[in-house]
């Protein structure tokens, strides 16, 4: 793995180099195995806190975990595009437009024993500025060279905290051209919900059930690009114990190893349905 600047990277992306690299701040990670038409995304994978923000920080490790989607980038590792930011939601957040990214309370609990100087805010707000450029030039790329771009925006939620029936797989679809893809929407709907599990975990699948893709990484996709589908999906934390912060490998690989194989059919198909 290389480190490299952003305007490194975005240089290797417009000359479709093969390369994996993490940014020159350690803030994400970006792999290019083969050009195809399909990324892979996982923007709350990150878990690094910046320790100047330590000690001014009322949350403790673990309830930013909790807040967390670990082992979302391992889901989608061996795809040809992945990337993924290293950082924890609570320093910045990637799935949140540049003025409501860095979090004043998080899930009720204010955030900060001290409000944030604005060299701490700018530290964190460049770092997500960067990440957004090189999705910009990424997305631009597969655009270009393809026609089109499927983007598999993959996340994870805490579902002990609802008090009904949840789904094991959420889509998130209420941002996206639904009357163009409705058809590769419920398509993805349909695999997920065939996907078997471990541990005797029963696999369901909804469209808006519980989160109806309102993050910024699908929005600022959808805005900028007329032929790019981004199918936020999130996967109910079946995969660990939440509450005491256990990670059951077993089933993280049972979801790795199914999206290797479904995941590139599913892409395959909505590419040869829209370009002609």
């Given amino acids: 793995m290389l480190k490299l600047t952003i305007p490194q990277i975005i240089q290797k992306i417009e000359n ?28 709350h994978d990150g878990h690094q806190f910046r320790k100047e923000l330590w000690s001014n ?22 795809h040809p595009i992945v990337i993924a930011g290293m950082d924890s939601r609570f320093e910045y957040d990637l799935n949140r437009a ?23 805010k700018t530290k964190s707000l460049e770092k997500h500025s960067n990440f957004y450029k090189v999705v910009h030039a990424l997305v631009s790329k597969i655009e270009e060279k393809f026609g089109l771009c499927i983007v598999y925006d993959m996340h994870s939620y805490n579902w002990k905290r609802w008090k009904r029936e949840v789904p094991t797989f959420n889509i998130g679809a209420a941002n996206v051209d639904n009357n163009r893809f409705e ?34 990484f699908l929005k600022f996709i959808t805005k900028n690009f007329n032929n790019t589908l981004v199918l936020a999906t999130e996967v109910k934390k079946v995969y660990c114990n939440e509450l005491q912060q256990i990670m059951f490998p077993e089933v993280v690989q049972a979801i790795e190893n199914t999206l290797q194989i479904v995941l590139p059919k599913h892409a395959e198909a909505v590419f040869k349905k829209h370009i002609k």
């Fill in 16 to 43: 479709e180099e093969i390369f994996e690299a993490v940014s020159n701040d350690y803030s994400f990670t970006l792999k290019i195995k083969h050009y195809t038409h399909y990324i892979c995304g996982a923007v």
């Fill in 57 to 78: 920080c009322l949350h403790t490790e673990y309830e930013r975990w909790f807040e967390e989607d670990p082992a979302t980038k391992q889901m989608v590792q061996s």
């Fill in 98 to 120: 540049p003025e409501n990214a860095i979090y004043e309370d998080a899930w009720g609990k204010q955030l900060w024993r001290k409000p944030l100087s604005n060299e701490m």
């Fill in 183 to 216: 058809n590769e929407i419920a398509a993805w709907q349909k695999i997920l919900s065939e996907i078997k599990l471990p541990n005797n975990i029963v696999t369901t699948s909804k469209i808006n059930d519980v989160f109806q893709g309102n993050g910024y």
